[in-house]
């Protein structure tokens, strides 16, 4: 938790919010994706200063329990002095003990945002899901709880000015507002209704104009001219080398021969970052084995 202390900008994680969208994908199923079409509403994690502490922030819990349908799941919630934002001890269950910093006591608004991650990690844990460290699993905890449909509030909760700062979770706000737009293109939802954060809105454009690049990549059809240029030049020297070239960070395509047939490109799908595999012979429609979205390419 940044509590009046400098925010980190930009998209350092950008990899690893990635590879966690795509790993959702393969734990959940696209079925299970669905089934979180509508985030968590404001209105079922309001906490107003005159509402009782421990029972707010109880009811809170619930309400987030009840959004990642874990009915078994009880949260027992409790306040103490601590450095980090929250935390949770990950037990068999079904009770989990979650303590928040004693800073909420006087910032309720932010309560939902603390427990929205926590209830995430409960919810990870019981589904299997982790990543190998540390750093990276809690990436991926933000990630799942933004796409997922209740990380919103921890964006929500970013505020800065010339005075102080503070900012929830371990993704920069930038990356917040590029998993929300992942899913609000994903399921035509608009979050950014539901911000009280001037700094978050400016985040979320930000995440939004990175997430909308996404989809203007070659090989599809909707990428630009200057990338359609680049890709065709790079086409050219795969095909007389009959491999791909040196890999470039800055294109997300790599070709490559398929055995004695014909040449193939890979690149990763703009919904969950699968990669797909097609083969280089013009227009191709590509559905992707993991999302199922369909793309229009021009190899």
Same mark, same amino acid.
């Given at each position: ?12 994680h950008?990899? *690893?919010?990635?590879? =966690? ?6 734990? +959940?199923? %696209? $079925?299970?994706? &669905?089934?979180?079409s509508t !985030? ?89 899901l ?10 991926? *905890?933000?990630?799942? =709880? ?6 919103? +509030?921890? %964006? $929500?909760?970013? &505020?800065?000015?010339?005075? !102080? ?112 595999r097609v ?9 992707c ?11």
């Open positions: 938790m940044a509590n009046g202390g400098p925010v980190e900008h930009g998209f350092p950008l990899e *690893t919010v990635r590879e =966690a969208i795509t790993a959702l994908y393969r734990r +959940l199923t %696209l $079925d299970t994706v &669905r089934t979180f !985030s968590v509403v404001p209105a079922d994690v309001a906490f107003c200063d005159t509402d009782d502490l421990h029972l707010g922030a109880q009811r809170v819990a619930r309400e987030l329990v009840r959004h990642y349908r874990l009915p078994d799941a009880r949260l027992i919630v409790g306040f103490r002095a601590m450095t980090h934002a929250a935390n949770v001890e990950l037990t068999a269950g079904p009770e989990y003990f979650v303590e928040l910093n004693d800073r909420f006591r006087t910032h309720r608004r932010d309560i939902g945002a603390a427990l929205a991650h926590e209830v995430t990690h409960v919810y990870l844990h019981r589904l299997g982790s990543f190998p460290t540390t750093r990276e699993n809690e990436i991926l *905890t933000d990630t799942a =709880a933004t796409y997922l449909g209740a990380g919103w +509030l921890l %964006l $929500d909760a970013f &505020r800065e000015d010339g005075a !102080s700062s503070q900012k929830l979770g371990y993704l920069t706000p930038e990356e917040f507002g590029y998993v929300l737009a992942k899913r609000s293109l994903f399921f035509g939802e608009d979050p950014s209704v539901w911000f009280t954060s001037a700094q978050a809105y400016t985040a979320y454009g930000k995440g939004l104009a990175l997430a909308r690049r996404d989809g203007r990549q070659p090989p599809l059809t909707a990428a630009g001219w200057a990338g359609r240029r680049r890709y065709a030049h790079d086409r050219r020297q795969a095909q007389e080398r009959r491999a791909g070239p040196p890999a470039s960070p800055d294109v997300p395509y790599r070709f490559a021969p398929d055995g004695h047939g014909p040449l193939k490109v890979s690149f990763p799908c703009p919904t969950c970052r699968q990669r797909i083969p280089v012979r013009g227009r191709v429609r590509a559905r084995g993991l999302c199922r979205t369909v793309l229009e390419c021009d190899t």
